[in-house]
């Protein structure tokens, strides 16, 4: 299973579609899930509530602007090799002040998609089609390029 451990909710109606129409499509491959929690303006409350979720026998992949970069075939390869060993993989987003040490720690990996700032929204899209696109690569399906 893939879980998506995010902080707070998509509020915008074309995020919510883009975001379904990945995990529809993920689905096909993989059974993935989305666990929305709240905000809090006190970056410890928070990411102590990041912190009750994560699970030590999953992969945890924390995703962080100063964490190592991937491309698409290499993200690929992490994910297909994850799954030769563990069924699960977590992936980790925090709120608008980010993830402490303290969960970064708890992770497995920590990789950033880009030195940008993105919103919390558009970012999840990004990480479900890159998960999307790691399907198509591993099963050899057109769409990658």
Do not use: W
Request: glycine share 6%; net charge positive.
């Amino acid at each position: 299973m893939i879980k998506i451990l995010c902080v707070g909710k998509i509020k915008e109606k074309y995020l919510q579609d883009l975001i379904n129409d990945y995990l529809n499509r993920i689905n096909k491959y993989y059974k993935i899930e989305i666990i929305e929690l709240k905000e809090n303006i006190d970056i410890e409350k928070e990411n102590k509530n990041i912190l009750e979720h994560i699970k030590s026998n999953e992969f945890n992949i924390a995703l962080d602007i100063k964490g190592e970069k991937y491309t698409s075939e290499k993200f690929a390869y992490l994910v297909e090799k994850t799954f030769l060993i563990n069924s699960n993989i977590t992936f980790i987003i925090g709120g608008s002040l980010g993830l402490n040490d303290i969960v970064k720690n708890k992770c497995d990996k920590i990789i950033s998609f880009s030195g940008f700032t993105f919103p919390h929204g558009l970012f999840r899209g990004i990480l479900l089609e890159q998960i999307y696109r790691s399907f198509k690569i591993i099963n050899n399906e057109t769409y990658h390029k």
